[in-house]
């Protein structure tokens, strides 16, 4: 049996029941994935209210982009295999453990790619590029207004935008959401909830208006900005987060000589999967030079699948929310030497430190490897220590005389606890942020002791920057931490850590 998140009565994501279903078995044309991560879009939100236009049969799971592990493949698939890295557009069924999804819509993992980017690439690059490149005819020089431009495909599309030579206006509705456009950058940042948003464009654009806007928001936000294009513009219509589909006089085409045009990039890809193909390779070459990289607002268990959805709901993401279903088979494949370098030439270093400037500096970094500490020797002064410390006398960690007797590695072994207790030391070295007015270690949200340490063995910490959540100059800081002891294959600790840091 699987766990799987499931919808067995429509409604919002409260109705969804975490459940256990039988394992999956692939038709001759079907994949098998062991899920890795789940990316969050748009119509997952949908579809559980059953407002989008693909209906499942009853009861499913959503989640409609995944990355993983090949379990098993019908007869006819050839392109992959079992225990391939894959990416797929499964449509629905990826907030579960395993998900059947038909071969041509599952990609090889390009290399180096970690899991989570890997479920956050094709939906929402793959929409803005064939939005921007072939229904905008977006050219280097023009001026491109994104919409909502800190959601999904929002934020791609000011990636892309910049990439195509354009000059990229955001617009979205507060300051946290502007400041990542401007980091993924955004020239010009329009807050679209406050007064005077065509005055702005126009001061911005010199009174010529805007050549193409890229809008998936809809309803209100839709007229004012039609009303701010330029002769001979294209305006883009890619979807209506915002609830209310906007209905507009046609007369205003035809004043501004403007050309209207939807984008159904699923559409595309049925209908011309060449081109589509071209596209997803064009991206992946932006991807493997480092030109483009989703912004993760935060990964969730898969048990929290549904407050994923409430946070897509409440406008609280920026970028991509991912669910992460397989938590140890992400570990093991964290993204390659080739983005930590291009993070690494972001990120000032001093006396072996990294030195970064905010909370938004840090959440950018995502991915970062910030280093590996020096060795520590758990000498038995550092055991009796931490046992004073904590009042737990086991004979195994103090008692010397018959640890030589009873343990089973003839000596006294460390506490896990203890050598956890170093992670301070070795963080203070990594790294420091120079807006912090307070930093405090705050916790662990996971730990695994998975071997002995044992005394006098030598320790050292590697360290990964996994995420940063801000809230209110707040920032909760999440540090994918490996333990190892000097000659010893396992790990003897894995852990998430939590610093919380105050601005
Ligand atoms: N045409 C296609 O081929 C295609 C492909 C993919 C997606 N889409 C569509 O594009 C739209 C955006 O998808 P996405 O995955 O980027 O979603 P998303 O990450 O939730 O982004 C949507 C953005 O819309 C803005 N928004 C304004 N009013 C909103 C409201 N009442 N509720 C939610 N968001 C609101 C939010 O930004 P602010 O808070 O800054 O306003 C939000 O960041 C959806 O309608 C989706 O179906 C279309």
């Given at each position: 049996m699987i766990k799987a998140v499931l919808c067995k009565s429509f409604g919002d994501p409260d109705q969804l029941v975490i459940d256990q279903i039988a394992e999956l078995t692939p038709d001759d044309n079907e994949v098998i994935i062991q899920v890795v991560a789940c990316s969050v879009n748009y119509p997952d939100t949908l579809m559980i209210k059953n407002m989008y236009q693909f209906k499942p049969e009853m009861p499913f799971s959503p989640g409609g982009e995944v990355s993983g592990i090949i379990k098993s493949v019908g007869s006819a698939v050839k392109h992959v295999k079992q225990g391939d890295k894959v990416f797929a557009?499964?449509?629905?069924?990826?907030?579960?453990?395993e998900v059947k999804v038909i071969a041509k819509r599952v990609f090889p993992m390009p290399e180096g790619m970690d899991f989570i980017t890997a479920s956050s690439v094709m939906y929402n690059y793959g929409t803005s590029f064939h939005a921007l490149k072939d229904r905008g005819y977006l050219k280097e020089g023009e001026t491109l207004l994104v919409l909502g431009a800190a959601g999904g495909v929002g934020l791609a599309a000011v990636e892309l935008g910049k990439i195509m030579g354009a000059t990229v206006i955001a617009a979205a509705s507060n300051d946290e959401k502007l400041l990542i456009c401007k980091e993924k950058g955004a020239d010009h940042i329009i807050n679209y909830s406050e007064e005077g948003f065509r005055d702005k464009i126009k001061t911005i654009t010199n009174g010529k208006g805007v050549d193409v806007i890229y809008d998936p928001v809809g309803d209100q936000y839709t007229e004012p900005a039609l009303r701010s294009i330029a002769y001979n513009g294209r305006y883009l219509v890619v979807g209506f987060a915002a609830g209310k589909i906007p209905e507009i006089a046609l007369n205003l085409a035809l004043l501004k000589s403007c050309a209207i045009t939807g984008v159904f990039w699923g559409q595309f890809a049925e209908k011309e999967p060449g081109l589509n193909m071209k596209n997803l390779q064009q991206l992946a070459n932006y991807f493997q030079k480092g030109q483009l990289k989703p912004h993760i607002y935060k990964t969730y268990p898969l048990e929290e699948a549904p407050v994923a959805l409430w946070d897509m709901i409440n406008r609280k993401v920026i970028g991509k929310a991912v669910v992460l279903v397989n938590e140890e088979a992400n570990r093991s494949n964290p993204p390659i030497q080739k983005v930590e370098k291009s993070e690494v030439s972001e990120v000032q270093q001093k006396d072996g430190k990294f030195i970064f400037k905010n909370l938004h500096h840090l959440k950018q970094s995502y991915g970062l490897k910030l280093g590996t500490s020096d060795w520590v020797t758990m000498d038995q002064s550092k055991i009796n220590d931490f046992a004073r410390a904590t009042e737990d006398f086991q004979w195994i960690h103090v008692d010397t005389e018959r640890a030589k007797s009873e343990s089973p590695f003839g000596k006294t072994i460390a506490h896990g606890f203890n050598v956890l207790a170093f992670s301070p030391k070795f963080l203070y070295a990594m790294f420091d942020i120079e807006s912090a007015k307070l930093s405090l270690n705050y916790g662990c949200n996971k730990v695994r002791f998975m071997s002995p340490i044992i005394v006098d063995s030598k320790v050292r910490m590697h360290a990964i920057l996994k995420e940063t959540e801000i809230e209110n100059g707040r920032g909760k800081v999440f540090i994918d931490v490996t333990f190892e002891a000097q000659g010893q294959d396992k790990p003897i600790c894995v852990a998430e850590l939590i610093s919380m840091v105050i601005e």
């Open positions: 557009l499964c449509g629905w069924g990826g907030f579960a453990e």
